[in-house]
Every structure is written in C-alpha cells, then in structure tokens.
C-alpha cells in the first residue's frame, strides 16, 4: 500500500482539529486578520483560554507581570505560536481514543505534553529557540503517528507490536516506510505545513522524528529547534518510564551532554519538568507520573556505555505505558480487617489511600485531604456511613465527592435511604474485589468530569472579571481623544449639561472657557499632519499643567477646546483662561519639523450672564473668542453680556 | 455441618493479594474474634440489645472476609436478634459461635502451614 498526502488530505480522514482550533486555522489563513478576532475565538472555548493564559504565564518575564487577559496573552505568545497551541489543545480534547489497539491515544498525548514541556524548558535554558515555539513543536512533533493510528488503525498496529519491544525508532520508521511508503515523521510535516506552520518548524519537526543525525547543516534557527526537541524528547522518555528508567536517564545524559549539559543540570532540569508536566497534565486530562528516580551510582557504568554509543536513539520510545494517575481514595471501615482488605485492593490497583476507622475521623480527613472518591462502610458506631455523606454533602467541599457505599445488604428500602442520604454508588458486602474497582473508577471518571467542569466555572468567572474590566476600559475610550488624552466632545456636551443642571443647588455659578488655537491651519499646512497633530498634544499638556481640574478640559473639535468648570464665577474663569494664554504663548514647541510656538485665543462665559440654556451659555462663549479673533488673537476676551447680581 | 471456612475465598485473596496478605489478615482475626466473643458474653448478660447488633455486625463482616462462611450466618442472626431487641436466642447463638469460631481457627492456622 501506498499512501499520498494530498490524497489522504483530500479523503478528510486525517485528525483535523475541530471547533475553536479550526476556527482559528481558518483566520490565520486569511491575510487580514487581527489579533482581537483571534482573542474572541479563543475566548469562544473557556477551557482554552485557560490553557493559552496558563502557556504565556509560563515564561520568566510573567513572574513579574503575570498575564491575565487573553489580549495580553495573544500580544506576549504571539499568532504563530497561539494558533499553534490552538491547535494543539483542540486535538488533543478530540483524539483521545481511537480503535488502533496497539497504540495508547492517551499515552501518546502524554508524551507529547512531556516533550513539549521539556523542549520548552530546554529551548528557556539553552537559548536555543523561543520558549512557546519550542513548546508548540514539542506537542505537534507526533502528529504523523497519530494520523497512522487514526486513519489506517490495523495497518499500523501491526507495525507497532512488531516493534514494541526493541523500542528502536529507526526499526519503526521503516516499517512504516515498508507498509505505507512514507514515515509518520513525513506525513507530520505535511499535515504541519498543511496547517500554515511556518517553514522552519515544518523542517525542524521533520528532522526530529526522522532521527536525522547531523544538525549543522541547518539554519540556526531550525538546529536550536531540532536540539531542543531532542533533548525535550530525552527528558519526556524518563518522565514516562514505568519500569526501570536506568536506560532511559543513560540516554538523557549522553543527549544532554552532547549539548554542554552536565548530569547534575540535567537531572535538576528534568525534574522541574516532570513537575511541571504534571501540573499541564492536570490541567489537560492527561495522565501524567512523579519523575522516575535517578539510578545511583552502581549503575554509572551503564550510563557511560550509552553514553559512548552516539547514535542511541533518542526518539520516542514505542513501548512505554505508565499507568494513569490514580485518585486518591478515602476508605472508612470501624472494622478493621475490612478495612485493610479494602486499603490492599485499592492500593495495589495504584490509588493512594487514606484511611478512617470512624465517621468522625473520616470527616475530618475528608475536609483536610478533599479525596474524590470515598468509600465508606454502613454501620460503624458513632457517626454511620450515611450521616457521614449527610454531613459531607452539606459542604461545597464534600458535595463533589463520589461516595461508594459498603453494605451488607441491597434490600430495597436500604437502598433508597442511602442513595436518599446522597451517595453516588453502593457495593455490597462481603465485595468482590474487581467489582469494587470497577466502581471505584466509575466514581474515578465522574470525579474527573466533575473537576473538569470546576475548571470552566473557574475560567468562566475569572472572563467575566475579564470583560468588566474589558467594559470599563470601553466606556473611557468612548469618551477620550485619542490623540491628547483629554476627554472628548461626547463627554463635555454630557459634562456640561450635568453642570447646568445642578447649578441651582450649588453655591457657585459655572464657567466655560473655549478655546482655539491661533493659525492652527498654516501650522497643518506649511508642516504637515504630524506637525499638526504634535502641536495639539503640546498645547493639551500645557493645558494639564495649568488647570487643577484636568478631567474637565476637553477637544471638542479640530484646534477647538473647551474647559467647563462647574464652580467659577466668571472672574476665577477669567483668570483661569489667563493662566492657560500665557502658559500657550510661553511654551516652545519642537516637533515634526515645526519649531517655535503657537498662541491661543479664549473666550469666557458664565452661567452668571445668562439663565437661558447650556446651549446659550456655550454660545456665548463661542462669540468671545471670535471677539478675540477679531482683536487680534492671543487674548482672553469675557462674553459680552451683562453679569446679573 | 458445613465446612468452617470456605477455602475458595481463602484461594482468591491468595491470588488477588499474596500469600501475606492472608497472614496478616487472619492474624487480625484472630487478634478481634476472642475479645469480641468475650464482649458479646457480656452483653448477653447485661441484656444489651444493641451492643450485640453493633459487635455481631462487626464480626459478621469480617467472618464473611475470611470465608468463615457459617460463623458469618451465626453472628446474622445475633445481629438481628439485637436489633430486634428480641434476645431469647442469642445465649445460645453466642456459645454456639465461641464454638464454630475454635472450628474456624483450627482450619485458618491448617491453610497457613
């Protein structure tokens, strides 16, 4: 059989990410999209934009100044990488199973995850490539395996159980090559460019997973790549190893110190990793594993031997399944050999267990320790088993736990009462060992939705801070000239009918100061725009710094401003208007080309002149200046109206 | 009279743990069992119903752990006798179950040699 790309793309069979990540796909493709359409489709996904906000908060410079909005996220991540992690997340929510037997979607996401991390971590450390490109890569590098898996299930279990257990990539990759025609490493960077990853990345992932040995050829850019998923993949074969990892932290060495990494920074550098693999793991589903421990000194020979062995292949191992991180379970029994049976099932299925003899004493445990999952006997003395779900149900703590209940009975009316006292499940006693497992994980899964759905109420609380804030800053920008700073028309018409509204009550009558610029249009003219918009800036700070309010000056027009003041008799105004003519005509300006200064005229009104309307009084104000005009500018001239005492 | 302890179950706590784990665990039996016994006597002298149900369902279950499949009826009974407040058999049933339990123990401590 022999697969073509275009042809397998055309089929749509490949993994495709769907909704948000596809969306976002689909903007990147397009030459004139912006960053707020990406920020809204991302934030379309709760549970992503999470995810995205967690990625940009993971560099150095985020400790300082963590990153809150997904703008913010976009603006340090960038697009390239965003739609990356877009993509990435989207497949990994869709393509958790699949029918190909021999191949663990799970296990393969994991690894991803752990290589993504590492390749992010090692890319900080070595400043080989940027961090979240690394990270990107690291979760992308192995999508031509799980295309294989996906698309021809049967074919390519064969090869994988063919291989399993020598774990030899190279055996892998031709088997692929013999059945298919062409390697998962190839068909990953088809679907990678295919997806409008940038051709570095396409190259650098090819190279990585077809094990090529010999990166100085390449571009720096694409080698830092390369050797940053190398080393990425080192650390993630140690993180997922089950059984003996001695093998596997020989490779890491040698890999490590072919790039200048001594053992002790490689191990220190693995384990911030796993820890940090764990953490995504949990925020992705994943099953993750604590690192697996370091081999001591008698097996340093063996590390030497791999160590002189160049070619060790450092790609993904095939035949790696760590088991996934159990919960913890609660087990309550006052019956002391039940409860060490119980204890011994579920610790060798691989949960931590803790134990209460009493309902007090599992209560207590249960509000320090918030378990998932508790199983709990009946009839103990004291506190019973059911007032204990009583109990714990009354507290948000307790109500998300899943509660297994050990009876000695399924008598109907029992039954009732216990599910009626809030538990999730019962298994009879004397229990079957794997059917109180197989319960157990029921309960597993239904704790696993239920911290899930914690997570997007969490995210979801934490957008409509988000959007609040997002609101506020709206409603300034509605109300601000973007060019000064200083409030626009919108806000002094609004500003100075609220004052004129409230004049009666108050002591003091209102002002307003109008003002325009002198020959701003020669300015424009002999200068340019830029000139022109540098002076209004210019006359705008001059302004601030002579008016106490300064919320209250506003540019109502082109060169035209107006300053309300909401308590001046038409005196304090003058004199205000005084201060601003002078401090204008003072100021030396140099910008743009434009050297020297500019002068204003103003006019002054009060609501002392006139009882009729705000409209009047800014009329009259508005004939000022024109008297002022017409007096020669650079003066404060006060309305022409009788003050009414 | 049926055997005192059912080896099947013995045979699967063998498989599905080891060969310690029924060590320990029939040494917590025997640890429990005598005192318990001693503690339903005094009970049953004292008429106190519900001291019976709460050490009978305690025994009960972990009889029905170890197999001890008709120790496990015995103390069933107690147990609801206790509940029911209806003590009339449960003199009997106590030295019927000191008896079964010398049974029981003889036949764990066989399937540990």
């Keep these: 059989m022999r697969i073509d790309f275009e042809e397998l793309k055309v089929s749509g069979k490949l993994p495709s990410p769907p909704g948000v990540g596809m969306a976002i796909l689909r903007l990147t493709q397009k030459d004139d999209y912006c960053i707020a359409e990406i920020a809204e489709a991302i934030q379309a996904d709760p549970a992503l934009t999470g995810r995205v906000i967690k990625l940009a908060n993971s560099s150095k410079s985020a400790m300082v100044n963590p990153i809150v909005s997904i703008e913010e996220a976009v603006k340090r991540l960038g697009v390239r990488t965003l739609k990356a992690i877009a993509l990435g997340f989207s497949l990994i929510s869709s393509y958790r199973e699949g029918v190909c037997t021999a191949f663990d979607f799970e296990m393969f996401w994991s ?49 994988l159980v063919e291989n399993a257990d020598s774990g030899d990539v190279a055996a892998r990759l031709r088997g692929e090559s013999e059945t298919f025609g062409l390697t998962s490493a190839d068909i990953s960077e088809s679907m990678l460019a295919d ?10 992932i090819g190279d990585f997973g077809r094990g090529e040995q010999d990166p100085s050829e390449m571009t720096p850019g694409r080698r830092g790549l390369v050797s940053s998923l190398r080393l990425g993949q080192a650390i993630a074969g140690v993180c997922i190893q089950d059984g003996d990892a001695s093998g596997a932290w020989a490779d890491l060495i040698g890999t490590a110190e072919r790039l200048g990494i001594d053992s002790e920074s490689i191990q220190s550098l693995a384990s911030d990793v796993a820890a ?16 697996p421990a ?18 060790s292949s450092v790609d993904e191992p095939v035949s790696t399944t760590p088991s996934r991180k ?18 011994h099932h579920l610790e060798k299925a691989g949960h931590e267990v803790l134990v209460a003899s009493n309902g007090d004493q599992a209560l207590e445990i249960a509000m320090r320790e918030d378990p998932p999952i508790i199983v709990t006997d009946w009839r103990m003395p004291g506190m019973n088993g059911l007032d204990l779900v009583r109990m714990l149900r009354r507290y948000e703590r307790g109500r998300a736990t899943y509660i297994i209940l050990l009876t000695g009975s399924d008598d109907e009316e029992q039954v009732v009462e216990a599910f009626d006292a809030g538990i999730d499940d019962y298994v009879t006693k004397p229990f079957n060992p794997r059917v109180l497992l197989a319960r157990v994980g029921a309960g597993e899964r239904v704790a696993h939705l239920q911290e899930q759905v914690e ?7 934490h957008q409509m801070k988000e959007l609040a804030i997002l609101n506020r800053k709206l409603k300034k920008a509605s109300i601000t000239d973007p060019l000064t700073g200083l409030a626009n028309r919108r806000y002094a018409m609004e500003r100075m009918r609220e004052s004129w509204s409230g004049i009666e009550r108050l002591p003091k009558p209102m002002a307003l100061v109008m003002i325009d610029i002198d020959h701003f249009k020669r300015v424009n003219d002999e200068y340019g725009h830029a000139a022109g918009d540098a002076v209004l800036q210019k006359v705008a700070d001059v302004f601030r710094d002579q008016v106490r309010h300064s919320e209250s000056i506003c540019r109502i027009g082109g060169e035209e401003f107006l300053v309300i003041l909401p308590q001046a008799t038409l005196e304090e105004a003058a004199t205000c208007a005084e201060r601003m003519r002078v ?61 009414r005492t | 009279m049926s055997e005192p302890v059912d080896m099947s179950v013995i045979e699967s ?53 170890l197999g001890a499949t008709y120790l496990s009826e015995i103390c069933r009974e107690l147990e609801s006798q206790g509940r029911e407040g209806e003590l009339g058999r449960a003199k009997e049933l106590i030295v019927l179950s000191k008896e079964e339990y010398r049974r029981v123990s003889e036949s764990l401590q066989n399937c540990l040699e």
């Design chain 1, 583 to 643: 401090g204008v005509a003072s100021a030396e300006i140099e910008a743009e080309g434009f050297r020297g200064g500019v002068t204003i005229s103003l006019g002054v009104a009060s609501s002392e002149q006139t009882d009729q309307s705000v409209d009047h009084l800014l009329n009259l104000s508005d004939a000022a200046v024109y008297a002022a005009k017409a007096a020669g500018r650079n003066r404060v001239v006060v309305a022409d109206a009788p003050v």
């Design chain 1, 326 to 343: 159990k919960s913890r379970v609660l087990a309550v029994d006052d019956e002391r050999l039940s409860l060490k049976l119980i204890r």
């Design chain 1, 111 to 159: 690894e991803s995850l752990a290589r993504a991390v590492a390749a992010q971590a090692v890319a900080n450390r070595q400043h080989l490539a940027d961090p979240a490109e690394a990270y990107c890569c690291g979760l992308l590098a192995g999508v031509g395996r799980l295309a294989l898996a996906w698309v021809y299930p049967d074919q390519y279990a064969s090869i």
């Design chain 1, 276 to 291: 940090s693999w764990e953490d995504w793991g949990a925020v992705l589903s994943l099953p993750t594993q604590s690192l």
């Design chain 1, 195 to 204: 997806w409008g990853f940038p051709a570095e990345h396409v190259e650098a």
């Design chain 1, 294 to 311: 370091f081999p001591d000194a008698s097996h340093a020979e063996a590390e030497d031997d791999a160590h002189d062995d160049g070619a």
């Design chain 2, 13 to 65: 706590l063998k498989e599905l743990g080891d060969v310690e784990l029924v060590h320990e665990l029939v040494e917590i039996f025997m640890e429990d069992t005598p005192p318990r016994l001693e503690e339903l006597s005094k009970a049953c002298l004292e008429g106190d119903a519900q001291r019976i149900e709460s050490l009978a369902h305690s025994l009960k279950s972990s009889c029905a752990n």
């Design chain 1, 455 to 461: 997570e997007d109420r969490r995210m979801q609380q």
